[in-house]
């Protein structure tokens, strides 16, 4: 059935880093006498440029047919290792790692005689795990350049526009019933002060003339199947049902303003409104105040919410300067715990407003100012820190500055899509420093507000990190996954069922094949965490690269040694 | 039953993407911790099937150790859970054989936990050490 294992293994020295505590040549003297092992020797760095054509030359000169590296870790060294098999014409899945280096001499140093046994050991289950590895072949999927862009706010519309300008096809899918998102109820951006309208206006006119974008206005995305390169998602306008089919998707749904109920008289005094609710005012020329505090912090870095929302210090600081810009005359106070006013620009336009008039009050968590009144806010109560006594002021306008939170469609998409969350609802990025605008799952994007609160300029500027990520596979065509995926055995398979649930992914549904029924696995949706395989009671799923056979081999020979 | 001269022999699994990372930075941390265990890599603490676990016991094994991501980490977004699941059920199971329930442990040690990794590893070591040997081991 296999051929006969030719191993080659190659310890590295690692300079002294694993010289100086394992016995290296000891440790190749071991290997030699074991089973299957043809060729072993030693480099002084096996990833150098030495070690490197020493693992190319010796392929073919013993006939190898399996490689070891001993030295470090495969999460950093594995690709270049598996490269240089694949040179000397060597199917990259017949490479295995084993780590004597980050997991033994760099934490066994006062003990290099232990640290030499274990390098044996693990060498020896490197081996034994070696001598049952299978060539794997990654297949190739197609990828349709075509995206889905679900949420047509600006952070949407600018991924939209940039996909469409590298001439993509994009499906623009809103749930409201006009493009502009959370902006169209914004008065004016800071720190420009220009009104939000002039920019969000042209931007949906230029989504609406480009011909590459189709634009679903007042439509859901109610259901999403397959995987990155052919996703098939059902788009649902008021009742009437669409398929479109597309390569990749970016979600940018955005999150809401948090409204206080309860807090500080909200709901019960009409003159207590939100930040965004103040904006709406202002934009229709409804304001009117001529003692305004604001409250910051409103529901947010509390025990129950602890994040900051990041944006809102800004709001309120733009807010304020507003209103001190149409009425001088006007008082306004911002009432804060911290103010967030970071970078350049920020902190200009905050000391600016101080110029201009604007009051800043710092309170306590532990001391909330009060707000006092009979059928709406009159008085403000507020324990002033640095004159360390209360003080009260009157009021006829009270804004709360309230977080974003995650809107209920987090949920809904987190469900359909097979995205994670974190602890408050926010969709929750693959690696927060180096996949920052990618999910696990293949093929679908995030930018804007929907990870975590941001304002306006992060969030076009992950629209277009998220358009540029999503662009890669597309432009390409093809991708090309781990073959390190998992494969059921129909004629072991009794049909149970119980490896379907399991799977994050739905990569796994029931088949029918005649009258049985069968589990089946799609290679491309299948991520090979493996967690089937650990469930399987017939033993018909095999976890690629992983194998339980490899496994069990690698504890007995762990025993070996004992 | 602790013997001095008892050098327990523990194998561990570590998921790749929490676990691994973590042991791999206790080193790059160059942090100490006994030299009894030995790694055996998997992509999720969820592949750990308690097939492995037993097979090992069976063998005469002192210790396994499980290392997966922290509730809600998990690179697969759900495998941790599962392995949690099984282990439990596989440690309420061990003492009907005769094998204490404490000779399996599941640590959630992420990527940035060297540290905590080398910590849990010296405790579990010691914790088998005052365990003695596996009541399976032959010639025990």
Redesign the interface.
Known sequence: MMEEPRIGVFVCHCGTNIGAYVDVPQVVEYVEGLPNVVHAERNLFTCSEEGISAIKKAIPEYNLNRVIVASCTPRTHEPLFRAACEDAGLNKYLFEFVNIRDQCSWVHMREPEKATEKAKDLVRMGVAKARLLQPLEEIEIEVAPSCLVIGGGVVGISAALNLAEQGFEVHLVEKEKELGGTLLDVHKLFTTNEEASKLVEPLAQKVKDHQKIRTYLSTVVKDVSGFIGSFEATLDHNGTEEKVKIGTIIVAIGAEELKPAGQYGYGKFPNVITQLELEQRMKKGEFDGQNVVMINCVGARIPERTYCSRFCCMTAIKNATLIKESNPASKVWILHRDLMAYGVDFETYYRKSMEQGVRYIRYDLERPPEIIGNGKAEKVKVWHQLMDREIEFPVDMVVLTTPLIPRADNEELSKMLKLPLDEFGFLLEAHLKLMPVEFATDGIYLCGSAKWPIDLSDGVAQAYAAAGKAAVPMTRGYVKPEAITAWVDEERCSGCGICEPLCPFKAIELQYRDSTRVSHITEALCKGCGTCGGACPAGAITMNHFRDVEIMAQIEALVEST | MSNNNFEP?I?GFAC?WCT??G??L???S????P?NI???????S???????IL??LS???DGVFIGGCHP?DC?????NY??RK?IALLQKMLPQVGIEPQRVRLEWVSASEGGRF?EVVSEFVSQIRELGPNPLKEGS
């Open positions: 022999v194998l790749n691994y990372a042991a791999d206790a080193g790059t160059r942090i100490q911790y030299p030995r790694m055996i890599r998997v992509m999720c969820g592949r750990v099937n308690p097939s492995f097979k090992a063998l005469g094994i809600g690179h697969y977004l759900e495998g599962k392995a099984r080398a």
